[in-house]
């Protein structure tokens, strides 16, 4: 078993096996036997049948070459009737050993065919100083080898019996009994070990029929999983191609081919997609490829180019590889192609809406800021209706400035980082309220402002106003009439806290965690049926991180919201 351990391949195991074992083992099945050789229902015999089959055979023809050779050179032997009985008897049970169906017997029935071999034997040798003696060795290897220690044993016995019998009714001399004697020691070195050979023969092949079971259980895994990285990579809407060192096509899932509409057979070959460089540039050369570029190893991220394929349609693309390197396997290149059409064909379509939407309202913008100024100029007016018209020309001019961040934000102009500026939110909500108290008035709702003189803080004024903008809107257009909404500041060394406090509809606590989802809107407002984008906590939210500070929502149904804004203080940015 230690040799089985040290790796020794199955082909050296084979002069070690049984016959039976090696018709058993062989890769190459063998030759079809003829109608005669098959079983009695048809069937081919198996290689047990066939093994009892060949050792009988070898016997049977050893023993015809033998009495031709007695007939030539010694014919006088068969006048004697053990001998002719002993070849007689042989040649019987070759031809038993060949009609008998022994798949249908219990396989310590075939034990009769080599002890009645060793009888047949004994007989044949009886009275010639055992010259035929050595026939012995065909059925004791038989035995030693496909029975077990008692067969082994008895099988020997029998043949010591006749080895007795034979010198007591023949007289033998002394010389004569110690060859019976020598013969006898033979063959019980012989079957000792052709039995011991055919034990350790065994388990090797058990050993081998295990290394196998598991050959083939891991062959069958990985196959599966091959399958299924298959199956998951034909899934997938992005383009792969795993490519060699040597830039040989290892793999390519059908989004690759279909996007290219090359061959699977032949992905060496250019497909029926072009890919050009810009969109209706030129084409790109045949080293500048991705796919080429892949196979000499280098290595691109997110680079962008075009392609024309087979159906007559551009499609924008971005390619990527990826270095594979592992332990057991050679290295290999990944080839990522996304199709990015449409979201090239969203961005434009997003631009071109920002453009139509900032051009339609900058129109009658500038018609209202213009009519608020020209109202503001005249002398005779009112000190509240002078006040009313500052409020109108002033949202007005926040209005023209979000739309041109709109615009600029939709041509990827986004804003330099300027330095750092500060903000008195008690002047930005009070001018807030200012706005919003109409509102607030014609929905009956209260507005009670306990804020601090000063409030200052370390952030841009414009985005901070957009922002408690939204939140006041909110709290006044969910707070039902009667309702009321407190303010109230508070200014620490570090900080400054603001908390709106309404006594509206509320939001579940299902809903809570959602609200800053882009376009969600909470159960307790879509039942009230009152309009919504579901957009303004999300930016509320990211302006006040962006100027440094923090959003905290607590809200319970049919109670109220409190809203928490923290922004740093001035004197903390300063120290």
Same mark, same amino acid.
């Given at each position: 078993?230690?040799?089985?351990?040290?790796?020794?391949?199955?082909?050296?195991?084979?002069?070690?096996?049984?016959?039976?074992?090696?018709?058993t083992?062989?890769?190459?099945?063998?030759?079809?036997?003829?109608?005669?050789a098959?079983?009695?229902?048809?069937?081919?015999?198996?290689?047990?049948?066939?093994?009892?089959?060949?050792?009988? *055979?070898?016997?049977?023809?050893?023993? +015809?070459?033998?009495?031709?050779?007695?007939?030539? *050179?010694? /014919?006088? *032997?068969?006048?004697?009737?053990?001998?002719?009985?002993?070849?007689?008897?042989?040649?019987?049970?070759?031809?038993?050993?060949?009609?008998v169906?022994?798949?249908?017997?219990?396989?310590? @029935?075939?034990?009769?065919?080599?002890?009645?071999?060793?009888?047949?034997?004994?007989?044949?040798?009886?009275?010639?100083?055992?010259?035929?003696?050595?026939?012995?060795?065909?059925?004791? %290897?038989?035995?030693?080898?496909?029975?077990? &220690?008692?067969?082994?044993?008895?099988?020997?016995?029998?043949?010591?019996?006749?080895?007795?019998v034979?010198?007591?009714?023949?007289?033998v001399?002394?010389?004569?009994?110690?060859?019976?004697?020598?013969?006898?020691?033979? *063959?019980? %070195?012989?079957?000792?070990?052709a039995?011991?050979?055919?034990?350790?023969?065994?388990?090797f092949?058990?050993?081998?029929?295990?290394? @196998?079971?598991?050959?083939?259980?891991?062959?069958?895994?990985?196959?599966?999983?091959?399958?299924?990285?298959?199956?998951?990579?034909?899934?997938?809407?992005?383009?792969?191609?795993?490519?060699?060192? #040597?830039?040989?096509?290892?793999?390519?899932?059908?989004?690759?081919v279909?996007?290219?509409?090359?061959?699977?057979?032949? /992905?060496?070959?250019p497909? @029926?997609?072009?890919?050009?460089?810009?969109?209706?540039?030129?084409?790109?050369?045949?080293?500048?490829?991705?796919?080429?570029?892949?196979?000499?190893?280098?290595? %691109?991220?997110?680079?962008?180019?075009?392609?024309? #394929?087979?159906?007559?349609?551009?499609?924008?693309?971005?390619?990527?590889?990826?270095?594979?390197?592992?332990?057991?396997?050679?290295?290999?290149?990944?080839?990522?192609?996304?199709?990015?059409? @449409?979201?090239?064909?969203?961005?434009?379509?997003?631009?071109?809406?920002?453009?139509?939407?900032?051009?339609?309202?900058?129109? $009658?913008?500038?018609?209202?800021?213009?009519?608020? #100024?020209?109202?503001?100029?005249h002398?005779?007016?009112?000190?509240? &209706?002078?006040?009313?018209?500052?409020?109108?020309?002033?949202?007005?001019?926040?209005? =023209?400035?979000?739309?041109?961040?709109?615009?600029?934000?939709?041509?990827?102009?986004f804003?330099?980082?300027?330095?750092?500026?500060?903000?008195?939110?008690?002047?930005?909500?009070?001018?807030?309220?200012?706005?919003?108290?109409?509102?607030?008035?014609?929905?009956?709702?209260?507005?009670?402002?306990?804020?601090? $003189?000063?409030?200052?803080?370390?952030?841009?004024?414009?985005?901070?106003? =957009?922002?408690?903008?939204?939140?006041?809107?909110?709290?006044?257009?969910?707070?039902?009439?009667?309702?009321?909404i407190?303010?109230?500041?508070?200014?620490?060394?570090?900080?400054?806290?603001?908390?709106?406090?309404?006594?509206?509809?509320?939001?579940?606590?299902?809903?809570?965690?959602?609200?800053?989802? $882009?376009?969600?809107?909470?159960?307790?407002?879509?039942?009230?049926?009152? /309009?919504?984008?579901g957009?303004?906590?999300?930016?509320?939210?990211?302006? +006040?991180?962006?100027?440094?500070?923090?959003?905290?929502?607590?809200?319970?149904?049919?109670?109220?919201?409190t809203?928490?804004?923290?922004?740093?203080?001035?004197?903390?940015?300063?120290?």
């Amino acid at each position: 078993m230690r040799r089985a351990e040290t790796g020794w391949r199955a082909e050296d195991y084979t002069t070690l096996y049984t016959l039976d074992d090696m018709a058993t083992l062989r890769s190459v099945p063998p030759a079809a036997p003829s109608v005669s050789a098959r079983n009695d229902d048809g069937t081919a015999p198996s290689s047990y049948v066939r093994s009892i089959w060949l050792l009988q *055979l070898v016997l049977g023809a050893s023993v +015809v070459i033998t009495v031709l050779m007695v007939q030539a *050179l010694e /014919p006088s *032997l068969f006048l004697r009737w053990p001998f002719s009985s002993g070849v007689g008897v042989i040649i019987a049970l070759t031809a038993v050993a060949i009609v008998v169906p022994w798949h249908r017997l219990p396989r310590a @029935a075939v034990a009769a065919i080599p002890f009645a071999d060793i009888v047949a034997i004994g007989l044949l040798s009886f009275g010639t100083d055992l010259r035929f003696g050595f026939f012995w060795v065909f059925p004791i %290897f038989w035995v030693a080898t496909h029975f077990t &220690l008692a067969f082994m044993i008895a099988a020997l016995g029998t043949i010591g019996l006749i080895i007795v019998v034979d010198a007591a009714v023949n007289a033998v001399g002394p010389v004569t009994a110690l060859r019976l004697i020598v013969v006898l020691l033979s *063959l019980t %070195f012989i079957a000792i070990t052709a039995f011991l050979s055919a034990r350790q023969t065994r388990a090797f092949k058990q050993l081998l029929r295990r290394q @196998a079971s598991r050959l083939q259980g891991t062959l069958q895994r990985v196959s599966g999983q091959e399958r299924r990285v298959s199956q998951m990579l034909n899934g997938l809407d992005t383009g792969i191609a795993r490519l060699s060192a #040597d830039g040989e096509v290892l793999a390519l899932n059908d989004t690759y081919v279909d996007l290219y509409g090359i061959e699977r057979d032949e /992905p060496q070959r250019p497909g @029926a997609a072009v890919e050009y460089a810009t969109l209706h540039g030129e084409p790109l050369p045949e080293a500048e490829r991705p796919f080429t570029r892949a196979s000499r190893g280098e290595q %691109f991220d997110d680079e962008r180019t075009w392609l024309y #394929d087979s159906h007559g349609e551009w499609r924008a693309l971005s390619v990527s590889t990826r270095r594979l390197v592992s332990s057991d396997e050679p290295e290999s290149t990944l080839l990522i192609v996304h199709d990015i059409t @449409a979201l090239i064909e969203s961005e434009r379509a997003r631009e071109r809406l920002a453009a139509t939407v900032s051009h339609e309202l900058r129109n $009658p913008l500038t018609a209202i800021i213009g009519h608020a #100024d020209l109202a503001l100029d005249h002398p005779d007016l009112p000190p509240k &209706l002078r006040d009313q018209l500052e409020v109108i020309a002033g949202a007005g001019e926040r209005m =023209q400035k979000l739309i041109s961040e709109i615009l600029a934000g939709s041509r990827g102009v986004f804003r330099e980082q300027s330095a750092p500026s500060t903000a008195d939110l008690s002047r930005i909500i009070a001018s807030s309220l200012e706005s919003f108290r109409p509102a607030a008035i014609a929905r009956r709702v209260d507005v009670i402002d306990d804020l601090p $003189p000063s409030a200052e803080v370390v952030g841009d004024a414009f985005r901070l106003r =957009q922002a408690i903008d939204n939140i006041l809107s909110n709290a006044i257009k969910y707070t039902p009439a009667g309702g009321s909404i407190r303010i109230s500041g508070e200014v620490t060394p570090d900080d400054v806290i603001l908390r709106f406090i309404d006594t509206g509809i509320g939001i579940g606590p299902d809903d809570l965690t959602r609200v800053f989802d $882009p376009y969600f809107r909470a159960r307790s407002v879509r039942e009230s049926s009152t /309009p919504g984008t579901g957009l303004g906590m999300g930016i509320i939210r990211s302006i +006040v991180e962006d100027e440094g500070g923090s959003l905290v929502l607590e809200s319970e149904i049919g109670t109220g919201t409190t809203v928490t804004v923290v922004l740093p203080a001035r004197q903390s940015a300063e120290s």
